[in-house]
């Protein structure tokens, strides 16, 4: 009984500490990456009217909405004819969403080494 409860307290301290170093790695990144993506995310929106998008996505879907080579030609053709700033934005922002899912996962894939880890060494200290 007392090994259990010993066990208990083991887990759940290591859950704090699995979770403060998961967001000590993570949140400092996270948030880096979260502020690049608000900015190109803010000056799309200065430089784009979404208006007009929707005016020409609503052109596009009343003649031909099940092509999807009309779709990427709309979109390229739309984004090639933007300034330089939104298209730059658009990419910046593309990038930002790729590095932040890439830097979560490797952080989940770290944390997961780290747990066997622990595991491992916690079984080899019980056998000894």
Partial sequence: MNQKTDNLLNKRIMKRVYSIWFAKKVIPYFLAEL??????????????????????????LANNSVNPVVWFNFMSNTFLQTEFIVQLSVLGSLLAIVFAFRTFIMSLVQLNIAKEETNLAGQSLLLL
């Avoid at 900015?39 to 007009?52: D, E, K, T």
């Fill in 35 to 60: 502020s690049l993506f608000v900015g190109f995310v803010y000056l799309i929106a200065h430089f784009v009217y979404i208006s007009q998008v929707l005016r020409y996505a609503d052109q596009i």
